[in-house]
């Protein structure tokens, strides 16, 4: 199982941090993705990094802003979102895929529930 926290309300120029716990042992076998879905649109990749954390790779709109970061020891995944934006509005999402990453939210196994980043102008 996954659990993201971390959303809310942020006016635009601030920062957020998710985090995303998850309760399965092997977690670090796992590559996690961060994956976001806005009000009308489909979802898409923001981020993700390795099971070993030595891969890293952000999406266009997150590159320079946001950054992802994983600590095996306590099984969890975070994303460090800096100069918020309006467009960045969006439920978040964490996931977890076996081994090797992927930007493709198809092939990820295990997915989080979403918590909810609004950002205003």
């Known amino acids: 199982q996954l659990q993201a926290c971390g959303g809310g309300l942020v006016q635009a120029g601030g920062s957020l941090t998710l985090s995303c716990a998850a309760s399965?042992?092997?977690?670090?076998?796992?590559?996690m993705g961060w994956f976001r879905q806005a009000p009308g649109k489909e979802r898409e990749f923001v981020a993700y990094?390795?099971?070993?954390?030595?891969?890293?790779t952000y999406a266009d709109s997150a590159k320079d802003r946001f950054t992802i970061s994983r600590d095996n020891a306590k099984n969890t995944v975070s994303l460090q979102m800096n100069s918020l934006k309006p467009e960045d509005t969006a439920v978040y999402y964490c996931a977890a895929k076996y081994y090797k990453p992927s930007a493709y939210a198809h092939e990820y196994d295990y997915w989080g529930q979403g918590t909810l980043v609004t950002v205003s102008s």
């Open positions: 399965e042992r092997t977690f670090s076998s796992y590559s």
């Open positions: 990094i390795s099971w070993s954390g030595d891969s890293l």
